[in-house]
């Protein structure tokens, strides 16, 4: 969590879960390059394997759904 916080990144939640993964963690990050920066500072220590999925807000998909429809 220590270097997440050095890297910019901030750790909003964390869940323990069941099934195909061990664990969920919501990042907070100034962009998408800072968050893929710190996963691979991590992945790098050779214990961790991650997979992402970009979440957008309502507010976000809507702004995404008005450049689609030319908005």
């Known amino acids: 969590m220590a270097s997440a916080k050095k ?4 750790v909003r939640d964390m ?4 099934g195909d993964h061990d664990r969920v963690i919501i990042l907070e ?3 998408d390059e800072t968050v893929t ?3 691979l500072h991590l992945g790098a220590l050779g214990n961790v394997h991650t997979t ?3 979440a957008f807000t309502a507010g ?7 450049k689609k429809n030319g908005g």
């Open 7 to 10: 890297q910019g990144v901030k």
């Open 15 to 18: 869940y323990w879960t069941l």
């Open 29 to 31: 990050a100034p962009d």
């Open 37 to 39: 920066t710190a996963l």
């Open 52 to 54: 992402t999925c970009r």
């Open 60 to 66: 976000q998909m809507d702004a995404i759904l008005a």
